[in-house]
């Protein structure tokens, strides 16, 4: 069965320093998600991406984050400069354009450790 | 703006017992409703949906119908088993507004014991 895959599964940083989240969506999706869960907290919504573009943004992505779709497979979400607050599981998602807005394939997840 | 509530966890049961976790949510449109579970070291998976008032969604055995009189779409199983054990997070998506992504409850734990 096809699915969204994440690298790393767990990546510890220095606070101040530039990290990317890497993702592989399901192959023939064509929007791409990043949603965030803070340890114990709700998950919360980043940011959509569509046909090479954000197509929504939540209040916590501010200028420190990023996405870019770099070639046709992965898809990569950037924080310029980390944050202690930014400690973090990362989710990736993907849907096909048929599916519902609501009915997302997610990875695994990665986890940022921010020191 | 759009919110989802879910009772707190962990909720922890015999196997076979019956199961209920309440979800209740705000929305300024006219929501679809999702039950996504997180089994441990794993993502989300869609678990369930439901599109309009009435809809009964079900999968794997768990059923929550869309109750629009009381904006409420809990998640029930008759008998649970201990691979059930999971983290489940109750949310919607509101095409009426702005914001179509996934909003997200806090998540209930469930652990499940032989």
């Known amino acids: 069965e096809p699915e969204v895959t994440q690298t790393p599964s767990h990546q510890v940083t220095q606070m101040g320093q530039e990290v990317i989240l890497r993702c592989v969506p399901i192959s023939n999706h064509l929007y791409f998600y990043w949603y965030r869960q803070i340890l114990g907290q709700k998950v919360e919504f980043l940011v959509s991406f569509y046909n090479n573009e954000i197509s929504e943004k939540s209040e916590i992505f501010d200028d420190q984050f990023s996405v870019e779709r770099p070639d046709g497979s992965n898809f990569t979400l950037k924080i310029r400069s980390t944050k202690l607050e930014d400690s973090a599981m990362y989710f990736c998602a993907s849907r096909s354009r048929g599916q519902n807005t609501g009915e997302l394939f997610f990875g695994e997840g990665s986890r940022l450790t921010v020191l | ?114």
Not at chain 2, 64 to 76: G, I, N, P
């Open chain 2, 1 to 114: 703006g759009n919110s989802v509530t879910q009772m707190e966890g962990p909720v922890t049961l015999s196997e076979e017992a019956f199961l209920t976790i309440n979800c209740t949510y705000t929305a300024t449109g006219y929501p679809s409703l999702f039950w996504y579970v997180q089994y441990p070291g794993e993502g989300l998976q869609l678990l369930l949906k439901a599109t309009k008032a009435d809809d009964k969604g079900s999968n794997k055995g768990f059923e929550a119908t869309y109750r629009k009189e009381t904006t409420s779409f809990h998640l029930e199983k008759g008998s649970v088993q201990v691979s059930d054990s999971a983290v489940y997070f109750c949310a919607l998506s509101d095409r009426d507004t702005g914001r179509r992504a996934l909003t997200f409850g806090s998540g209930t734990r469930l652990q499940v014991q032989p």
